[in-house]
């Protein structure tokens, strides 16, 4: 049974940084994709950054590029989501996501889900 589990959210001012974290247990993630989507209320889910371990750069959305960047550890099944200069608008649940290849981490057609973890940018 493979199982994703967030960490690190939490209240933060805006411009700020804050750490994701994602542990996978279960199975080796080293030949699959991962990648970190958020949501609010009343909208849908959304890619925010996606990496394939087994080749390839790191992708992000274009409301986060330049602020946030997406690594992972492979021996020890985590992947991180390193958020800085945060914003207001960057508020959300952030979601863990693990699929086969990068392809379906873009087009979100994904294998397992973690269950979430809040973020809030606030002053």
């Known amino acids: 049974q493979v199982q994703l589990v967030e960490s690190g959210g939490g209240l933060v001012p805006p411009g700020g940084s804050l750490r994701l974290s994602c542990a996978a247990s279960?199975?080796?993630?080293?030949?699959?994709?991962m990648g970190w989507f958020r949501q609010t209320p009343g909208k849908d889910r959304e890619l925010v950054a996606g990496?394939?371990?087994?080749?390839?750069?790191?992708w992000y959305a274009d409301f986060v590029q330049g602020r946030f960047t997406i690594f992972g550890d492979d021996d020890n099944n985590m992947v991180y989501l390193r958020m800085n200069h945060l914003k207001p608008e960057d508020t959300a649940m952030y979601f863990c996501?693990?699929?086969?290849?990068?392809?379906?981490?873009?087009?979100?057609?994904?294998?397992?889900w973690g269950q979430g973890i809040q973020v809030t940018v606030s002053s």
């Open positions: 996501a693990r699929a086969h290849t990068a392809a379906q981490i873009r087009n979100a057609e994904i294998e397992y």
């Open positions: 279960g199975r080796s993630f080293s030949r699959d994709a």
């Open positions: 990496v394939a371990w087994h080749g390839g750069a790191p």
